[in-house]
């Protein structure tokens, strides 16, 4: 019985750990990866560098073409994506 009540404490340090660092991470993590797959042709999105853009090709799966001034396309990774300020409506079908 003392042998259990030894590791009480650490149990409840890791369920404090896990429900106030580990489930907001994988939470804000799965919810970039949602809005990464949501990326289309027009939307302006902010690069975790700073960049403002208008996505104007999404290329394959991984990478993307942002133009950030009239003339100046630029390649980039999808996950660089840091925020999606205007988001385009779906093309009616």
Known sequence: ?????Q???LILIFA???FLLI?????KLKDHQKMVEGLRRGDQVVTQ??????????????EIEV???????VRVVQSTIANVIN???????
Do not use: C, H, W
Request: no cysteine; net charge positive; aromatic share 4%.
């Open 67 to 73: 133009e950030l001034a009239e003339g100046v396309k």
């Open 16 to 18: 404090i750990m896990y």
């Open 87 to 93: 988001k385009t409506e779906p093309a009616a079908s």
């Open 23 to 27: 489930r907001p991470q994988q939470k």
């Open 1 to 5: 019985m003392d042998g259990i009540a």
């Open 7 to 9: 590791f009480v404490p």
């Open 49 to 62: 560098g700073g960049l403002i853009g208008k996505v104007t090709k999404v290329k394959d799966e991984n």
